[in-house]
């Protein structure tokens, strides 16, 4: 357990050191989700209206759009360098290399969501950064990532595998959207319906963490 | 003369053999069964849908639509069972036939979600007045035919034999699958507009004329039968596609010097 533990350690610290040391990927994804939320303001005219109603689904596109692409990217050098056969050698079960990267991908997505938020809060003049707001992004994010994690092993054999990876994890994201999208609503006091969002949230990330996790032994094995 | 332990013993036949066999033989009759059965079980649904069920007050004959757009629900929930059950198996046992089901069963589903689509939108033009409308059960409809054909997309992508492949797209079969509750739920609680399962409501009689029912029973069973023919034709196609890139693949490891 403890062994577990440090391994999945250090598969995070390994993809952290390279995802520092390899900037520009991370920083293409953020500088998209940042140009994406003005061309938003563009599009919608975000600056006149109030942005209440508006700003969660915002967000939420936003986020799926820049962390898809950019989790998607977690076992692309991997497999390109050959770095993963000599993982899987590593006399530990392959979930746990899988919760390694999924929380190496939830840190650096989180980051990225936090600096977005505050860019929101200047933009938009209405408060992003409460506590409730944040736990709900971190949820919606785990859920998400666990699943765009594991679908990132698709081969890299597979053709135009960067169009296919959201054609495929969008769908099944569905539920985790609309769920995150009325939570952020109902936190910025819009009215969200008496559902109990934040619970399906929960439930949604949980799911996927669980699901990914028992599945991704089976995807990776040669 | 043999010490004891080199003696050959005859193959141990378990119930699991049994299972199998009897299973083998009930396969070995489809061309017999399914398609006459098929075939009947059409025609007695066109004549009922057509001629033999009421006319109904309100909606007129366009409510005879009913009588494939219901069975035409049941039945790609049927054929996406099959992915997941045939997708589960291919991972447990690593048997490439279980990857042919399981492409087959979601061709199959794909066409019955988007026919159970179409059917819909043409009955919801005159009756609701829009062609379209955000409604829990048509949303939670069209996410799983998107799901299923990115299930076909992913595994197009790549060659049939490849294993991997198989096996991923057999993953997100399985998560597709099993999100299609929390999807439910989710669209549920998003809006709701569908009318209300009428048929099926405990011990409760059907809310509609005894002739309907049966004519909408005769069409679960035809469109049931339907599915499962087409699956399996369309499974011995991809049979049938495997074998022959396989061969190609050993004549071209023949012929390389």
Known sequence: MVGDVNAALAVVLKDLRLTWRDRAGWLSAASFAAISVLIYSFAFDLATSDVRPLLPGVLWVTFLFAGVIASGQSF????EQGTFDALLLAPVSPSVLYFGKVVSNLIALLVMEVALLLLATILFDTMLITAELVLIV???????????????TMGSRLRSRTMLLPVLALPL???MLIAAVRATGAS????SGSAPWTLLLVVFALWSAAGAALLFPSVVER | MSAPGHAIDPPRRGPRDALSALLARVYALRWDVLP?????AMMAMIVGALIVAPRELIEGELQRIMYIHVPSANAFYLAFFIVFVASLLL???????????????????????????ATGAIWGKPIWGVWWTWDARLTSTLILFLIYSGYLLAR????VNDEQTARF???????GFLDIPIIIMSVRWWRTLHPQPIVFRGLERPAMPMEMFVVLLTGMAAILLLTLWFIVLRTEAERLAQRTESLRAAIDRREAP
Request: no cysteine; glycine share 10%; hydrophobic share 45%.
């Open chain 1, 188 to 191: 910025l006091g819009e009215p």
């Open chain 1, 138 to 152: 971190v949820i919606g994010t785990i859920g998400y990532v666990s699943l765009t994690t594991l679908l990132s």
């Open chain 2, 169 to 175: 797209s057999a993953v997100y079969a399985i998560l």
């Open chain 1, 76 to 79: 692309q050098r991997e497999s």
């Open chain 1, 173 to 175: 994201l569905v539920p």
């Open chain 2, 156 to 159: 197009s992508t790549s060659d």
């Open chain 2, 91 to 117: 991972l447990w046992t690593r048997d490439m036939r279980w990857d042919a089901v399981a492409r087959g069963a979601a061709t199959v589903g794909v066409l019955f979600t988007g026919l159970t689509l």
């Open chain 2, 36 to 40: 006459p059965l098929t075939g009947v």
